[in-house]
Every structure is written in C-alpha cells, then in structure tokens.
C-alpha cells in the first residue's frame, strides 16, 4: 500500500542536541512539505521542496535544516539554534499539480527534556 | 497581512443534524480552497478540494461552498454521526504563493447522541 511514514513517532531531545526526524513517501510524489503544530496555532509550513535537490524555506524555518537528495526522502534535522522545538511535526506530500490534497504522515511529537 | 480564520470554539451540536463550519480569509487571491479532517494526535485527512471558479462540490455526506466576493468558504456534514466528531482544518492554495497550503487553524466538532 502507498503511504508516507514518518519516525519515530516519539523523540526526546536534549538540551543543546540536534535531531533528524524521517520522512518517506512511495506514492511518488512530486512535493514534500514539513509542518509544525502547537496547540491552538495550527499547522505552520517549515520547509517544501518541488523536486529532488531543491527545497525552500516556509514561514518559520529558523533552527531547521532539510535535505532531499531522493524523490521518497524529505528529513527534517531540528538543530540546537531552534529554541522551542517541543512540537508535533507532520509531514506531508503531493503530486506537483496542485489540483490535488496533501497526503499527511502520522506525526512525530518531539519533546524537549 | 494574510490571514485564516477559523471558529475557534468547538461546534456542539446533535445526531442526525447539519454541522456547518465557517472558513474566512483575507488579503488571499486562493486558488484552491482544501479541507482536512484531524483526529488527535494523527495527521490531517484531506476531505475536499474546491477551485476559485467552482461554487460548490459535494462528496457523500460532505459539501463544500466557496464564494470568492465574501472570501468565505462553508463545509457541511449532514446526517452527523458520533464519528465525524474531530478537528476540522481549512487550508488555501493561493496564486503566488509557491503551491504550498496555509493552513487555518481548525474548528472541533463534537457531535452529541
């Protein structure tokens, strides 16, 4: 069956760490997005990407980075500079038309301990 | 600046009623208006898509309404069942903007035997 996975479904980081959260998609999928949500904010665009080796910044990526060196993989690193990465991310993909809805992954809620 | 709102306050309403959710924007030239569902602690489910030159589009129980004069957009349930009971999210895919989704920040539903 297609889908999009993301791991782990939980994460724990500590202080002053960086980590890399998974994202793959066997739908082939043009587009791959990274969304965080906070409760009662909604869901905020991260980073996109519309194809391999190129990605854009969305409206809070300050303290992430991405790569997507593959159609399938879009990883996210949350990297020590973002100072309030306690969140649940999501990530997301669709055809390049955008005539179409986004396939969402399950989540990973990342706690910072 | 650009801005979703959706009803913050949770919609309480009955088996079997009509449940109808509210999607305003502003300062939006959309050209796809989407709808998702959300259930805690998952990721959204798209539901439906309308384009700026359609009116209404129907799937099963579901309708969507988007009229461009009032920058609103409706989504109804009818026949509501204890199951539809979730977080609704509206998202614009507006002309320049990148073919990436702005989400809002979603209504919940609780439907009530």
């Known amino acids: 069956d297609g889908g999009i996975t993301q791991s782990p479904k939980y994460l724990f980081r500590k202080e002053g760490q960086n980590v890399t959260l998974s994202c793959e998609q066997n739908?082939?999928?043009?587009?791959m997005y990274w969304y965080r949500q906070d409760p009662g904010q909604g869901l905020r665009l991260i980073y996109y990407?519309?194809?391999?080796?190129?990605?854009q910044k969305g409206d809070i990526a300050e303290g992430y980075s991405v790569s997507r060196e593959k159609k399938e993989s879009f990883p996210l690193t949350v990297t020590s500079a973002q100072k309030n990465p306690t969140a649940f991310y999501l990530c997301a993909s669709r055809y390049r038309d955008g005539n179409y809805g986004y396939t969402f992954g399950s989540g990973t809620r990342l706690t910072v301990v | 600046s650009q801005k979703i709102e959706q009803n913050s306050e949770a919609l309480n309403i009955q088996e079997g009623k009509t449940a109808t959710l509210t999607c305003n924007y502003t300062n939006y030239s959309p050209a796809y208006l989407q709808w998702y569902r959300q259930d805690p602690g998952r990721g959204p489910v798209f539901l439906l898509l309308?384009?700026?030159?359609?009116k209404e589009k129907r799937k099963e129980r579901l309708k969507v309404t988007f009229d461009t004069t009032l920058k609103q957009s409706l989504f109804h349930i009818t026949a509501s069942q204890p199951a539809d009971s979730a977080t609704y999210l509206c998202a614009l895919d507006y002309t320049g903007g990148g073919n990436k989704l702005t989400f809002g920040t979603g209504t919940q539903l609780k439907v009530e035997l």
């Open positions: 990407s519309q194809i391999v080796n190129d990605f």
């Open positions: 739908l082939n999928h043009d587009a």
């Open positions: 309308i384009r700026e030159n359609e």
